[in-house]
């Protein structure tokens, strides 16, 4: 089957650092996206990794293994905005370029 | 650049009738569109994959017959549930993608559906 996992919540402090971990099984892998949804809004893109490395864009990045099947996204300098879900979905090879999506991990920042 | 819109944001109905959803390309040309529903706390499901003057290919589970899309155009997708029930209660989500990389889906901001 096709699957990815990530943690289902976090909890950091506002400054702190903070990595959300995803591991996948997909066939026909293409690569791995990040996005960020608050409560009652629609997803938004965050990251995009193809190849395996780091990406960085501002506060966040995003890590790549394809031989690991994993991948991580890491935030900086915490914000209280940043609580949020965050979900990691992995493009399938193909036409539709479709999305397989985690389940999501709920970060809280606290003060 | 690249803002999809959802109309109606939110829509209450009873049960039996039908709603229909309809998710806009405002600044680009989608030849594929994403309809998903999302229940509180949980991930998105892809309902079905929309492309523009074909039939929508549908996610295993999801009755066609219910759930109607249409693709009418490069910057219109509109998806119908019919006969709603209260279990269709759900937050509606589309996407869309462009003929660009890197991939990146565009989400409209949603429709809340509740059937009474």
């Known amino acids: 089957g096709q699957s990815l996992e990530q943690p289902s919540e976090v909890t950091a402090v506002e400054g702190a650092i903070v990595q959300i971990n995803c591991t996948y099984q997909?066939?026909?892998?293409?690569?791995l996206s990040w996005y960020q949804q608050h409560d009652g809004g629609a997803p938004t893109f965050l990251s995009y990794?193809?190849l395996d490395g780091l990406e960085e864009t501002g506060r966040f990045s995003s890590f790549l293994s394809r031989s690991d099947s994993y991948g991580y996204l890491l935030l900086q300098e915490l914000q209280m905005k940043d609580s949020a879900s965050y979900f990691c979905?992995?493009?399938?090879?193909?036409?539709?370029?479709?999305?397989?999506w985690g389940l999501g991990t709920s970060l809280a920042v606290n003060p | 650049g690249a803002v999809v819109s959802q109309h109606p944001s939110w829509v209450i109905c009873k049960s039996g009738t039908s709603v229909k959803i309809e998710c806009r390309s405002l600044?680009?040309?989608?030849?594929?569109m994403f309809w998903y529903r999302q229940f509180p706390k949980q991930s998105l499901m892809l309902m079905a994959t929309?492309?523009?003057?074909?039939?929508?290919?549908?996610e295993q589970g999801v009755e066609k017959d219910k759930f109607l899309i249409n693709h009418a155009s490069l910057t219109l997708s509109t998806l119908t549930v019919t006969s709603a029930h209260p279990e269709d209660s759900s937050f509606y989500i589309c996407?869309?993608?462009?003929?660009?990389?890197?991939?990146?889906?565009?989400f409209g901001p949603g429709t809340r559906l509740t059937v009474t």
């Open positions: 990794n193809a």
């Open positions: 997909t066939s026909g892998f293409y690569g």
């Open positions: 979905a992995a493009y399938h090879a193909g036409n539709n370029r479709k999305l397989i």
């Open positions: 929309s492309n523009e003057g074909s039939k929508a290919t549908y």
């Open positions: 600044d680009f040309q989608a030849t594929t």
């Open positions: 996407s869309a993608v462009t003929g660009q990389g890197p991939y990146e889906q565009y």
